[in-house]
């Protein structure tokens, strides 16, 4: 019975010096190099793809789109919006999901005006500016791979000078 105390109590010793040498498998830092790559696209054929064929907008070699509400005027006579009014412009531009997962379209608007839930709405008691809304015919605000949806553009001027400008920022969450 010595005998068999003896080696239960060495295989004990054992298992415990080897776990103690070997360590227990955690760890509390790794320090790692990866390679990374993105791919870039133009506006037209990235993952969210921005076109247009609206007079205000111009796309600049593919690469990205421009909206220019007070441009040289649309090639028809036209010198700019009208005074004192709300004037509304429609699919000024298109949003497509080129993706693949479902998104959320949201717009953040850093000039004078905001993000309107319906351009068709603002009036002059809304005050100067551009407003801008993504348009809710159908595709709403969530678009799957594939599918698209419009921006709708209000511009308000109540002072008979020029409304001043500012960045437009298209927000795309996976839903």
Do not use: C, H, W
């Not at 040498?21 to 190099?33: L, Q, Y």
């Not at 509400?69 to 009014?85: E, Q």
């Not at 412009?89 to 608007?109: A, H």
């Not at 969530?142 to 709708?152: A, E, F, L, Y």
């Amino acid at each position: 019975m010595t005998n068999r105390r003896k080696f239960i109590a060495g295989l004990g010793a054992l298992a415990t010096g080897s776990a103690a040498a070997m360590g227990t498998g955690a760890f509390t830092s790794v320090e790692a190099e990866r390679g990374v790559s993105v791919n870039t696209a133009g506006d037209a054929n990235a993952y969210l793809g921005l076109s247009s064929d609206n007079d205000f907008v111009t796309n600049n070699n593919g690469d990205q789109l421009s909206i220019d509400l007070g441009g040289p005027g649309n090639g028809k006579g036209g010198l700019g919006f009208n005074r004192n009014a709300a004037t509304v412009v429609p699919e000024v531009f298109k949003i497509t999901n080129q993706g693949q997962d479902r998104v959320r379209i949201s717009l953040e608007y850093s000039g004078q005006g905001s993000v309107a839930s319906e351009v068709d709405n603002v009036g002059l008691d809304d005050g100067e500016g551009v407003y801008f809304e993504v348009s809710d015919d159908g595709g709403g605000t969530d678009i799957s791979p594939g599918n698209s949806t419009t921006v709708d553009v209000a511009v308000v001027e109540t002072d008979g000078n020029s409304v001043s400008g500012g960045t437009l920022t298209i927000n795309a969450d996976e839903v």
